[in-house]
C-alpha cells in the first residue's frame, strides 16, 4: 500500500477509491513520534506501556498497581497520590517554562491577556483559596457556567488544586439545564460571570443562573467574574465578586494530594434518555491520556503556538483546552467568539496575529467556511500552521481535502481524531509523523488503546460494518455515571460483555484495517459536533402545554453535519400554524439551549409506533430526507406514515 500512496502535499492517487497522503519525511524526522516504536511497546505488554508513560507525570506518591479490572469497573495507578494543577503548573515553573505564555487569550470584543505560567500558577493558587474560603472541601461539587475567559482555566485548575470536582455546564444551555445538573451534582458554588459576548452581543449568565438557582437550595455561594461589566443583581450574602475574593486572597495555596482515581470532573453528556449523564473522570489515569495523546496527536514542541477552538463546556475544551495542553507545558491561544465575527476571517486573523502553528477544529467549523469561501482565508497569512486537527463528527472527503489544501497548504497533515466525552481522550487518530492519511478515516488506534468492529452478536469485523467498541479499558475513560452506576453498566458495558465497551457509533474497517466511522447507531443526534438525544428534544417538546405527542430525528445537514426536526401531534384543539411552529422551536432553545432549536416541526395527526408503542423514528428519519419508506410492517396504523410522508412531501 504504501508504495502506492503519495507524500503529503504533493499529487494524490486513489487507493481503495480513496486518497491517501503518506507523511512527508521532513515532517517525520522533527516529529514528537517518528516510527512504530510506541504501538509495538504497547502491543508487548499495554499495561507496562501505561505504566511507562504514567512516570511522565509528577507523583507524589508512586501508584502500586497499574489496572485493577474489576468488569465493568477498573482501576488505574491505584495507590498513587497525585495533583493535576501541580502537574500543569507547579512542575513548569520550577525551569524557563515559568516565563513561557500558558494562555494568549483573544475576547470577541478584540482585547487581547496572555498568561505566563508564572501568571496562571499565581491566579490558580488565590483562586484554590477563595473557594477554600467559601467552604470548598475535597470532594464538594462546583458547577461553572463561564464563556471563554482565562478565569474559566483558572476555576477548573483551582478546583483540581483542591480536591473539589468540576462540573462545567455550557454557557448555551438553558436555565432549566443549568439547574438540573446543579441538582444532579449536588454543586455547593457556582462560577459564572455578569455576561459574554456572542456575536456582538451579550449572554446572560448571570440571570440564567439566578432563575436556575430559584430551585437549588444547595447552592450557598455563586462567584461572578467581571467580563462585561453590565449591570447585574448581585445578592448580597450569596453573590461576590470574582475579583474582589481573588484581591484578597494569599498567593499559594498548598496542592491537596489525590488518590488517582478520585473523581477530578463530572461532565454531563446526552444519553438515550431524557436525562443527561453525569460523565465521571479519574484523576490519574484521564490525565495520563490527556497528556500523551495531546503531546502525540498534536505533535506539540515547546516552541509551538497551539489552538483548540472548543468550548471548554465540552469535553474537548477539558482535555484538549486545560488538561492536555497545560501538563505538556504548551502555549496556547484562547479565543472567546466565533469565527464569523465580527468578520467572516476572525480565525484566520487569530492565526496570522499569534503564528498558530497547530489548529484542532470541527467538520461543521470547515464546512462553513468551505461555503463562505477560499479567499477569506488567502487574504490572510496561514504559512505558521503546520498540524490540522479534526472532532466531533465524522469528516466528509471533501471537506477534509479542502482543509488540507485551502488552510493547510498541502503541507500540513490532517489528523482526524475520534474520541467522545466517556473516553476522556482521543482514541483513533493518526499520529502525524508515522500514519497514511486517508481523507475521512480517523484511521487506527492509538498506541495503548484496544479498539475493534464488532456485530451485534460480537463477533469482531476485520473487514466491513459494524459497531465501534473498546476491548479493554484505557487511563482515561469515564469511571461511571454520577449517582447511577446501573446506568453505566446497562448503556457501555451490557450490549455484548461486561468487559466489552460500546461506544454507540457505526464504524467500517477497509483492507487495511483502518476505521470509518458513520455516525451514531443510537437515538443520540450530533448538531455541530454536540451531542444531543432525541428523547431530551421531545421531551421539551410535549412540556409546552399545547403539545399532545412528539417525535425527535436528526437528520442531515450539509453544514451542521445533523439537524433537528420534529415531529408534534398537537392537542386536539390546536390547529398547526407557521407561528406554532416558531413557538416550539423556541421553546426548545429556552427548555433546553439554542444548540437544541429544531430546525423544523412538522405537524402530524399521529406519530409511527410500533404495537407495543415505540415511536419508530428510523422511518420519520427516512421521512423527513425524503428517502423511500423502510419496512412498515411493524407499525399499527401503516396510514400513519404514508400521510406523513406526502404531508412532507407537500411542505418541501
Ligand atoms: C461522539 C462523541 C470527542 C469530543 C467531541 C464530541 C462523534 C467525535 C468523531 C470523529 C466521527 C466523531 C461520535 C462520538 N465523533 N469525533 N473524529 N469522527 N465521529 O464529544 O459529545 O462526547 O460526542 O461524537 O459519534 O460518539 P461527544
Not at 495531546?294 to 505533535?299: A, I, P, Y
Not at 503541507?411 to 502525524?432: A, F, H, K, M, N
Not at 492509538?446 to 476491548?471: M, N, Q
Not at 474497517?509 to 476505521?515: A, C, I, Q
Request: aromatic share 10%.
Amino acid at each position: 500500500m504504501a508504495e502506492k500512496s503519495t507524500t503529503t502535499g504533493t499529487v494524490d492517487v486513489l487507493l481503495h477509491e480513496e486518497r491517501a497522503f503518506k507523511p512527508d519525511p521532513n515532517f517525520t524526522a522533527k516529529s514528537v513520534v517518528r516510527d512504530d516504536s510506541l504501538y509495538r511497546e504497547a502491543a508487548k505488554d499495554r499495561e507496562l506501556f501505561w505504566a511507562r508513560c504514567a512516570q511522565e507525570l509528577d507523583w507524589f506518591e508512586a501508584p502500586k498497581s497499574t489496572l485493577v479490572w474489576d468488569p465493568p469497573n477498573y482501576r488505574w495507578f491505584e495507590g498513587g497520590k497525585i495533583n493535576v494543577s501541580y502537574n500543569c503548573l507547579d512542575r513548569h515553573i520550577q525551569s524557563a517554562t515559568r516565563n513561557k505564555a500558558a494562555i494568549i487569550w483573544e475576547g470577541e470584543p478584540g482585547e487581547k491577556r496572555t498568561l505566563t505560567y508564572w501568571d496562571l500558577y499565581r491566579e490558580v493558587n488565590r483562586f484554590a483559596n477563595v473557594l477554600k474560603g467559601l467552604g470548598v472541601k475535597k470532594g464538594d461539587r462546583v458547577a461553572v457556567y463561564l464563556p471563554m475567559v482565562p478565569e474559566a482555566i483558572v476555576s477548573l485548575l483551582a478546583c483540581a488544586r483542591i480536591g473539589a470536582i468540576h462540573t462545567v455546564i455550557f454557557g448555551g444551555f438553558s436555565a432549566d439545564s443549568l439547574r438540573d445538573r446543579i441538582k444532579d451534582a449536588e454543586a455547593k458554588v457556582v462560577i459564572t460571570a455578569d455576561g459574554g459576548y456572542r456575536r456582538g452581543g451579550i449572554v446572560q449568565l448571570k440571570s440564567t443562573v439566578d432563575k436556575a438557582l430559584k430551585e437549588c437550595p444547595g447552592v450557598q455561594d455563586v462567584v461572578v467574574v467581571r467580563r462585561t461589566r453590565r449591570d447585574v443583581d448581585m445578592s448580597d450574602k450569596r453573590d461576590h465578586w470574582y475579583h474582589e475574593l481573588i484581591s484578597h486572597a494569599d498567593a499559594f495555596c498548598e496542592p491537596e494530594p489525590m488518590d488517582a482515581e478520585d473523581t477530578l470532573f463530572i461532565l454531563y453528556t446526552s444519553g438515550t434518555t431524557g436525562k443527561p449523564k453525569g460523565i465521571m473522570h479519574s484523576t490519574g489515569g484521564y490525565l495520563l491520556g490527556a497528556m500523551m495523546t495531546t503531546k502525540w496527536v498534536f505533535d506539540l514542541k515547546p516552541e509551538d503556538v497551539y489552538w483548540c477552538t472548543a468550548d471548554v463546556g465540552w469535553i474537548t475544551g477539558h482535555t484538549y483546552v486545560t488538561y492536555g495542553p497545560l501538563a505538556n507545558a504548551a502555549t496556547q491561544v484562547i479565543f472567546e467568539g466565533t469565527p464569523d465575527w465580527p468578520e467572516r476571517d476572525r480565525w484566520w486573523k487569530i492565526i496570522e496575529r499569534y503564528g498558530v502553528t497547530v489548529l484542532y477544529s470541527t467538520p461543521t467549523a470547515i464546512r462553513s467556511f468551505m461555503k463562505w469561501g477560499r479567499q477569506i482565508p488567502q487574504n490572510c497569512d496561514l504559512s505558521s500552521l503546520r498540524l490540522l486537527g479534526t472532532v466531533g463528527e465524522p469528516i466528509n472527503p471533501e471537506a477534509w481535502i479542502w482543509y488540507h489544501t485551502n488552510i493547510g497548504g498541502g503541507r500540513c497533515p490532517v489528523v482526524d481524531t475520534w474520541w467522545q466525552t466517556e473516553t476522556g481522550s482521543i482514541v483513533i487518530s493518526p499520529l502525524p509523523g508515522v500514519t497514511t492519511l486517508k481523507p475521512g478515516s480517523a484511521t487506527r488506534p492509538l498506541p495503548g488503546i484496544e479498539a475493534a468492529v464488532l456485530s451485534d452478536t460480537g463477533e469482531e469485523v476485520k473487514h466491513g460494518g459494524g459497531y465501534l467498541a473498546l476491548t479493554a479499558p484505557s487511563p482515561s475513560m469515564l469511571r461511571g455515571i454520577w449517582g447511577d452506576q446501573e446506568r453505566y453498566r446497562d448503556t457501555y458495558w451490557s450490549k455484548w460483555d461486561l468487559k466489552t465497551y460500546f461506544s454507540g457509533d457505526g464504524a467500517r474497517r477497509d483492507e487495511d484495517g483502518d476505521f470509518w466511522f458513520l455516525g451514531r447507531v443510537d437515538d443520540v443526534m450530533n448538531i455541530s459536533g454536540h451531542r444531543i438525544g432525541s428523547m431530551e428534544v421531545e421531551s421539551a417538546l410535549v412540556d409546552h402545554d399545547k403539545v399532545a405527542e412528539a417525535a425527535v430525528v436528526g437528520v442531515h445537514d450539509e453544514i451542521r453535519g445533523q439537524a433537528i426536526v420534529g415531529f408534534v401531534t398537537l392537542k386536539h384543539d390546536q390547529e398547526p400554524s407557521e407561528e406554532m411552529e416558531q413557538i416550539l422551536r423556541k421553546h426548545v432553545a429556552d427548555v433546553i439551549g439554542p444548540i437544541a432549536r429544531p430546525s423544523r416541526i412538522i405537524f402530524t395527526g399521529d406519530l409511527p409506533k410500533t404495537r407495543s408503542g415505540k415511536i419508530m423514528r428510523r422511518l420519520l428519519r427516512d421521512i423527513a430526507e425524503g428517502r423511500v419508506l423502510g419496512d412498515v410492517t411493524t407499525l399499527a396504523d401503516a396510514s400513519v406514515v404514508e400521510e406523513l410522508k406526502q404531508k412532507y412531501d407537500e411542505e418541501g
